[in-house]
Nanobody
C-alpha cells in the first residue's frame, strides 16, 4: 500500500501563501489521479483540488483562482500552492489517490495520512 506524507503547513496571516507537499512512497502519479482534501474543526472533509493522470485539474469553488495543484512525477510529489489565504482556509490538509465515479464525483481510495495543519490568522 502506498504511503502519503503531507508537509508544508503552518501559521500564516490572511492574504499570505503556503505551499503544501504530498510525498508518495513510490511512483504512482502515472496511474493515479490525486487530490487535496481539507477538514476544518467540526466540519466534514472536503475535496479542494484534484489532478488527473492526464494533468487536468479542478477545484472547489471556494479555492478557485487562489489554489493550484501540481505534481512532480520524478519526485513522487504532489503540491498545493495556496495564495490569498483566508481564515476560512484553516484546516488540516490531506492528500489521497482518487477514483472518478460514474456520476463524475471523486472518491478517495487510499489510506489517509496524518495531514498538515494550516492556520490562517492575524
Amino acid at each position: 500500500q502506498v504511503q502519503l506524507v503531507e508537509s508544508g503547513g503552518g501559521l500564516v496571516q490572511p492574504g499570505g501563501s503556503l505551499r503544501l507537499s504530498c510525498a508518495a512512497s513510490r511512483s504512482i502519479f502515472s496511474i493515479n489521479n490525486m487530490g487535496w482534501y481539507r477538514q476544518a474543526p467540526g466540519k466534514e472533509r472536503e475535496l479542494v483540488a484534484a489532478i488527473t493522470v492526464g494533468g487536468s485539474t479542478n477545484y472547489a469553488d471556494s479555492v478557485k483562482g487562489r489554489f493550484t495543484i501540481s505534481r512532480d512525477s520524478a519526485k513522487n510529489t504532489v503540491f498545493l500552492q495556496m495564495n490569498s489565504l483566508k481564515p476560512e482556509d484553516t484546516a488540516v490538509y490531506y492528500c489521497n489517490t482518487l477514483l472518478l465515479m460514474y456520476d463524475g464525483s471523486w472518491r478517495p481510495i487510499g489510506n489517509w495520512g496524518q495531514g498538515t495543519q494550516v492556520t490562517v490568522s492575524s
